[in-house]
C-alpha cells in the first residue's frame, strides 16, 4: 500500500514564500517519479514540477520554472515543494503523486497514488 500525504498549505500574500510537503510510506513499491500537481475548481489538474527517483533529475512546467523547486529526504520519508514568489495564478490545491511506471512524468494519468491535496490561497 502507498500512502502520501501533503501538508503546508496555507494562505499568503502576492511575493511570499511558501514550501509543502508530502511524507511517503510503502513496503514494496520503489517510484519511478514523484511528482506535484494542482488544481482549480473547474479545471483539469496542472503539472508543476517532477523528480525522478533514482537519480534525483526534475521536470519542472514552464509556469513555475525558476520559482518551485522539488526536494527529497529520503531520512524523513518526504519529498517538498518550495514555493517563491508566489501570485494570484498559483492559488489552488495541490497535489503529491507518485508512479512507478516509465512514461510521461508530466502526465496526470501516469500516476497511480494520489494524496489529499492541501490548499495554497494567495492573495493579494
Known amino acids: 500500500q502507498v500512502v502520501l500525504v501533503e501538508s503546508g498549505g496555507e494562505t499568503v500574500q502576492t511575493g511570499a514564500s511558501l514550501k509543502l510537503s508530502c511524507t511517503y510510506s510503502w513496503k514494496t513499491f520503489m517510484p519511478f517519479a514523484m511528482a506535484w500537481f494542482r488544481q482549480v475548481p473547474g479545471k483539469e489538474r496542472e503539472f508543476v514540477t517532477a523528480?525522478?527517483?533514482?537519480?534525483?533529475?526534475?521536470f519542472s512546467s514552464s509556469l513555475v520554472s525558476g520559482r518551485f523547486f522539488i526536494s527529497s529526504d529520503d531520512a524523513k520519508y518526504a519529498i517538498y515543494l518550495q514555493m517563491n514568489d508566489l501570485n494570484s495564478d498559483d492559488t489552488g490545491v495541490y497535489f503529491c503523486?507518485?508512479?512507478?511506471?516509465?512514461?510521461?512524468?508530466?502526465?496526470?494519468?501516469?500516476?497511480?497514488?494520489w494524496g489529499q491535496g492541501t490548499q495554497v490561497t494567495v492573495s493579494s
Open positions: 503523486a507518485a508512479t512507478e511506471g516509465f512514461g510521461n512524468v508530466m502526465a496526470a494519468s501516469q500516476y497511480k497514488y
Open positions: 523528480m525522478l527517483w533514482r537519480n534525483h533529475t526534475t
